[in-house]
């Protein structure tokens, strides 16, 4: 995504209006190409050569910030090796004081008769035999892959990267979704999931139980108005965008904090932005892959099931689990998540479920919300909702879920 000193943005009547590229633009896709030339793995270059060889791909280009934001877009895709974890300015000391001191004791030496000497006497450094005895110095990082990438993929996530980038700076955002596609409301509130937002669900319309409302009204906190750890929320919100802009029909509103003064935000699918998610499970943080694996290696009377309904709360609120588990007599229970910057929705999940004892579903709490005292009471106290909630920190264990999932099917 794009920092704020790459984004391109006009102010109008108090509306942002990102400065989108026309991503058939015949001048940017052969820009995008050879910034993409540059970046080579068959070469393997360092960073250092990469910058030269971007550098002359972007000189003269009519928009400077234009074409640096676009090679941010194309560095996004590439890794690069890091260095072996050695005290290398300690290593680097020991190789020149050998040097010297070989230089001082041996005068009229001959410049074989000096490597030789200096490779037995430094044979045990960590740094001889390498090819550079700099490789921890950020230009020279080597690039090891670049991500496939076309140029138009470039500029299409550069259109993408426009928005991103105000969206680290969002203090709320109201997103309406007119889908009636199961598959990608799921899809989108599985994103929301793990990327954990911050988040309220409304239904428009008369959906009961597990029906798929036609349309949903989300309210997502931004990290403007997030005091505990704001740039990370912020980064994992900017991440989520894409998965909006793969619906049909979407709408949003984002008020956004932007050069000392609040400003709004208004797209929709009009707008022409691409997703990149794709492929869903490439994005699923190790820790729920994790997490599915062990659970199917090591619990036998409990399956996770996919196609988690969207559960109505009270009113128009709706929920949708994280997980569901399938026991093997037949019951389905659904798991919910709330990390740690859910406190402000605990509550009413509490006062839900006091009230539908019979709901399939429990709850796992990060421990970090304990810190507010009357949860940690209610929690304490309340004997009723014990068998369906569970404690964590950061993210929940197997053993822990199965604990819960067992107690409330004894309840």
Request: proline residues 5%; contains cysteine.
């Amino acid at each position: 995504m794009l920092t704020k000193d790459l984004i391109l943005c006009k102010m109008a009547n108090g509306r942002l209006k990102p400065q989108f590229v026309d991503t058939s633009d015949t001048e940017l896709i052969d820009l995008a190409e050879r910034l993409l030339a540059a970046y080579d793995p068959s070469n393997s270059p360092i960073r250092e050569e990469i910058e030269e060889l971007a550098t002359q791909a972007a000189q003269g280009f009519r928009t400077p910030k234009l074409a640096q934001g676009i090679l941010k877009i194309v560095d996004d895709q590439a890794v690069f090796s890091s260095p072996q974890d050695m005290d290398y300015p300690a290593a680097r000391f020991s190789l020149f004081k050998k040097a010297a001191e070989i230089i001082r004791a041996h005068p009229g030496q001959t410049e074989e008769q000096y490597q030789q000497r200096l490779a037995q006497a430094t044979a045990d450094n960590p740094l001889a035999a390498r090819e550079s005895i700099y490789e921890d110095l950020p230009e020279n990082d080597r690039l090891v892959k670049l991500a496939f990438i076309t140029p138009k993929q470039v500029l299409e996530r550069y259109n993408c990267g426009l928005v991103q980038g105000l969206l680290l700076h969002a203090g709320s955002i109201q997103l309406t979704v007119h889908d009636t596609d199961p598959a990608k409301l799921r899809r989108l509130f599985k994103y929301l999931k793990f990327f954990r937002l911050l988040a309220r669900i409304s239904a428009d319309n008369n959906a009961e139980g597990e029906n798929t409302p036609e349309k949903l009204s989300i309210v997502i906190d931004g990290p403007a108005s997030i005091f505990d750890q704001s740039k990370r929320y912020g980064f994992q919100l900017a991440c989520f965008f894409p998965a909006v802009c793969a619906l049909d029909h979407w709408s949003m509103r984002a008020e956004i904090n932007w050069k000392e003064s609040k400003r709004f935000l208004v797209l929709d699918e009009s707008s022409g932005l691409v997703s990149h998610y794709h492929n869903f499970t490439a994005y699923v943080p190790e820790e729920i892959q994790l997490f599915h694996r062990y659970f199917k290696e090591s619990v036998k009377d409990w399956t996770i099931v996919g196609n988690a309904p969207f559960i109505r709360g009270d009113g128009n609120d709706v929920a949708f689990p994280d997980f569901s588990f399938q026991h093997a007599g037949g019951t389905i229970v659904h798991l919910e998540l709330f990390h740690r910057w859910h406190a402000t929705q605990i509550m009413t999940r509490l006062d839900w479920l006091k009230k539908n004892p019979s709901a399939p579903l429990v709850v796992g709490i990060d421990r970090f919300l304990l810190k507010d005292e009357a949860l940690q009471s209610r929690l304490e106290t309340d004997d009723a909702l014990k068998p369906r909630i569970f404690l964590f920190s950061d993210y929940p264990t197997v053993d822990k879920t199965l604990r819960c999932l067992n107690a409330f099917m004894s309840v």
